[in-house]
């Protein structure tokens, strides 16, 4: 079956910390993976995808980066996290036998103070 | 500008009151139209697509219908557990998104079913 894990699941940071979230993907080859942010009260902002190792597409600029080190892992990194990237922070890739919808992660909620 | 707009934000039903979720969208050349349910601190489950005006899905309680303009997620004779966010995502044509699978969401309807 297609899973994604994600980790930690749970992160509180002081401003200025670095930042690595870790994002794994079974049951799927190949896919294209996907970073995404949910703030409170906003819907989910896509962040970086990938198509495949090495290659990053970032959508916003932010204070944050991505990688993807093997096929199916996908990094988020920052050296200096911000107040304003608390959130909540999903990985996804295609659903597996579809044309378009996307599958999520369980989330990693992450808290800078 | 927003391309997806979810309304109400938030709808405390009493169990059994049927009631519509909304979703607008702006976007020309649609290529597929999704709704997510999410609990409280897990990541969105898929419930449907919708890819052209006139579409529906239906699975158990709720029924997902698109228009040119919109889609609506119907819930018939809701149950507590039916309570969630509702979330409304769409994928925009080509040449917008260079291919993928890049979704767009709404803010989402928080949904309470209450006994």
């Known amino acids: 079956s297609q899973t994604i894990h994600q980790w930690p699941a749970t992160l509180v940071q002081p401003v200025g910390s670095p930042l690595s979230l870790e994002c794994t993907v079974e049951?799927?080859?190949?896919?294209?993976l996907y970073w995404y942010r949910q703030a409170a009260g906003r819907g989910l902002q896509l962040l970086f995808y990938?198509?495949?190792?090495?290659?990053i597409s970032s959508e916003v600029p932010q204070n944050l980066s991505a990688s993807r080190p093997q096929d199916r892992q996908f990094i988020l990194s920052s050296k200096k996290l911000l107040l304003s990237d608390s959130g909540f922070y999903l990985c996804a890739c295609p659903r597996r036998g579809s044309t378009g919808e996307l599958f999520f992660g369980e989330g990693s909620r992450l808290t800078v103070l | 500008e927003d391309q997806v707009t979810q309304s109400p934000e938030a709808l405390r039903l009493q169990e059994g009151e049927s009631s519509s979720l909304n979703c607008s969208y702006t976007v020309s050349g649609l290529r597929g139209l999704f709704w997510y349910r999410q609990d409280p601190g897990k990541g969105p489950e898929f419930l449907f697509t919708?890819?052209?005006a006139g579409e529906e899905k239906e699975k158990e309680r709720l029924k997902a219908t698109l228009t040119k303009k919109e889609s609506f997620l119907h819930i018939t004779a809701p149950k507590p557990e039916d309570s969630a966010t509702y979330l409304c995502a769409v994928q925009l044509p080509f040449l917008l998104t260079g291919g993928g699978n890049k979704l767009t969401f709404g803010t989402g309807t928080q949904l309470k079913v209450e006994l």
């Open positions: 049951g799927t080859s190949n896919p294209n």
């Open positions: 990938s198509v495949g190792i090495g290659q």
């Open positions: 919708l890819y052209s």
